[in-house]
């Protein structure tokens, strides 16, 4: 988003070191966990500064990251702060920065056990070690602390699919290691995003925006947090998740009357044309009066298969604006 951005370890010099609190923020623990792996196996700050708040430098926080780091792989937590103690981090290979704004070296943000953010936010960091971890308590509070803090597009955006990719790319090339840590975060986006979200809003005529995926499509989180903005901002919304038969998703549209449909396609496979025309050619209403819905094609599988008069919105935010529109229109 062209803001450099550094690692908690980077900036833990700056203003005397971290606090405890900054610390387990970017770790993606609980603050009485870094106090415990300080009590209990001496993983505490090596300097101590005046008054009783205690400050991390760079290389304490290093050393916590290589506990984090080492657990993350199952490692007892007395082994793992053994070696956490007294083994330096593996170098890294020798390389060229890549260059961020005006000129200077790019700082990038990584996770534990090979978990390559990139140049993210540092609420990435903490999420991906506490979904290694499969801390279910630490993971919540983070996705929860990142919505509250961004909101609900940025965080999606900015935090939450950056991590999901990065879990994602691991799975990949693991060899079918890490497919529970996949699951186990985005069960617990799907938790946040619904907890982070208000009441459902009260269906007004015409100006309902219906969700669903594709026959065939099973991924839903992207509609849950589009569904979740929308009723942010006081759209109503009928949502239908994954895998809705066509018969279904037309009786769905026939009974809810809806300003606008979004069909999301994950993959170029499901995506049909047929079936997002036939939808945008629906019609309800007294004769004279008949009124079509607003439809989006929404997800990459959409990417080169450009339905003639349908929009295609590019990322979330756009996404929200669209359908936001379509409600608002048919409500004045």
């Not at 009485?32 to 009590?39: E, L």
């Not at 903490?126 to 602390?145: C, T």
């Not at 038969?245 to 047929?274: I, K």
Request: net charge positive; charged share 20%.
């Amino acid at each position: 988003m062209g803001v450099q951005r550094e690692s908690g370890a980077n900036r833990a010099g700056d203003a005397g070191g971290l606090t405890t609190g900054e610390v387990a923020r970017r770790l993606g623990v609980a603050p009485t966990t870094v106090r415990t792996w300080d009590r209990r196996y001496g993983l505490g700050p090596d300097a101590h500064t005046g008054g009783r708040h205690r400050r991390w430098t760079a290389a304490d926080v290093a050393k916590l990251e290589r506990m984090c780091a080492l657990t993350a792989t199952g490692l007892p937590p007395a082994e793992a702060a053994r070696l956490a103690r007294t083994e330096e981090p593996p170098a890294a290979a020798p390389s060229r920065p890549a260059a961020g704004p005006g000129g200077a070296p790019a700082r990038r943000s990584r996770a534990g056990s090979g978990l390559r953010l990139g140049d993210v936010r540092q609420e990435c960091r903490g999420i991906a070690r506490a979904a290694l971890r499969l801390d279910a308590a630490a993971l919540d509070e983070l996705l929860l602390a990142a919505i509250d803090q961004h909101g609900l597009v940025a965080a999606w955006t900015e935090v939450i699919v950056p991590t999901l990719q990065a879990v994602g790319r691991k799975w990949e090339t693991s060899g079918e290691m890490y497919v529970e840590v996949e699951h186990f975060l985005s069960w617990h986006v799907s938790g946040a995003l619904r907890r982070a979200t208000p009441r459902t809003v009260a269906d007004r005529p015409g100006a309902t925006a219906v969700l669903a995926c594709v026959p065939g499509e099973n991924h839903t989180l992207p509609l849950e947090v589009l569904s979740a903005a929308l009723t942010e901002r006081g759209v109503p919304v009928r949502m239908f998740g994954g895998a809705l038969p066509v018969e279904s998703l037309v009786a769905a549209v026939r009974r809810t009357g809806p300003a606008a449909v979004g069909l999301w396609a994950q993959s170029r496979t499901t995506a049909s044309r047929p079936l997002a025309q036939h939808v945008a050619a629906m019609e309800w209403g007294v004769r004279g009066a008949r009124r079509r819905p607003v439809v989006l094609t929404l997800g990459p599988g959409w990417a080169g298969q450009a339905v003639a008069g349908l929009a295609r919105p590019s990322g979330l935010a756009e996404a929200v604006a669209a359908l936001e529109s379509s409600a608002s229109s048919v409500s004045s």
